[in-house]
């Protein structure tokens, strides 16, 4: 194990703890150390669930697209997906433990599901995504078990046939679970009929085209970091950066799509909208339109796929604004308070009806129609430790298991 490698086992894994100690502290104070309120019950941490989701989601499609579509010239980093896959997808299931306050909420919802309810079907898909994963990576592993893990494999004749053909047998069925982990998780969103920001059918493929997008580019980094940026890979490589231009650029267009419709109505209801979005956070809706676009497109560029430093900042300026765009999934849902009035008769108008924030701070308002957001430093530490938590789990799995492929490209 190299250096490098046991100082970012260590720092993931002390972030990780940290974490934690910080969920520990949420658990005995509860929610009131989160800056979550009544009127804005979802924050950084289903941020986190979609942005880890779609993670999840891209590094599965890439690895079965491989095998379903015979792309050669990838099958090195086909383990490399699974992995990214798994690990993205856990730390999807770990983000939403501190976001429902107790996990005994979690026990009682297994208990009695309302199957009405698209959670409760998120939850069994991030499961069997969970499974899924594991699984095609133990099949793509499976010839490379030997020696000291040995013990691991199961008994077959031909240990490569039989890796080969099970995993184009389960490349469409990963490939089902990849596409479904994300739709269902839009659901959650876009079956809010209420929350007019989120009410569009828009909303589900443009999660899948994100997630192609983020997920390979998770994997693209993977492999950089771990294989290099040398001559032998860059073909690869170049193919990774044509998928993510491609899928950054649908991602734009359903996103453009749906902000022209929202804005078309008229109403005052969508005016609303348009001027939390444009209005309260106009620099950040820039910076995750621009962001992913640039960082697609100097993703294609040779002489950034072959410099580490250049993939390295062009890689984490895509991730960052795919991020912003998650984070800016909440504001303009929550602050346009779904209950309205007339004021005075007037027809053109409507006020938002005043809700209870549920707190009490001397000076302030109890009731409120908008609130200002921000994560609180014990949401940061946590979310922070559970990305640190994938790093952690991928860079142990390169360094224990035959991750990396020792056929060149």
Sequence with gaps: MSVKMRIGLLFSGALFLVAIAAWIYQLQEGLILTNLQNSYSWGLYISGLAFFVGNAAGGLVLTSSIYLFGVKKLKPLAKLGALTAFANVTAAMLIVLPDIGKPIRLYNMLLHPNWMS???????VLNLYALASALYLYILLLPELTGRLAWLAIKVDDPQAFSERWAKRFAPVALVFAIGIHVVTSWIFSTQGARDWWFSPVMAPDFVSVAIAVGTTVVLLAAALAYGTGDSYQEAYRTLGLIIFMATCVHIFLMANDLVIHAWYGNTEAH?????????FGLAHLFEVAAPL???????????????PRLLLSSGLLIAGVFVHRFLIMPAAYNNIPMTMTPFGLPDSHWSLPIASGRFLPGMSTFIDQYGYFPSLVEIVILLGIMAYAVFLILLAIARLPILSKERI
């Excluded at 698209?118 to 069994?124: E, G, T």
């Excluded at 609303?272 to 309260?280: H, K, Q, S, V």
């Excluded at 640039?294 to 580490?308: C, D, E, K, Y």
């Design 294 to 308: 640039f960082g697609a497109w100097l993703l294609m560029r040779p002489q950034v796929l072959s410099s580490l």
């Design 272 to 280: 609303r909208i348009m001027e939390i979005a444009w209005g309260n």
């Design 118 to 124: 698209p959670l409760v079907w998120d939850v069994i």
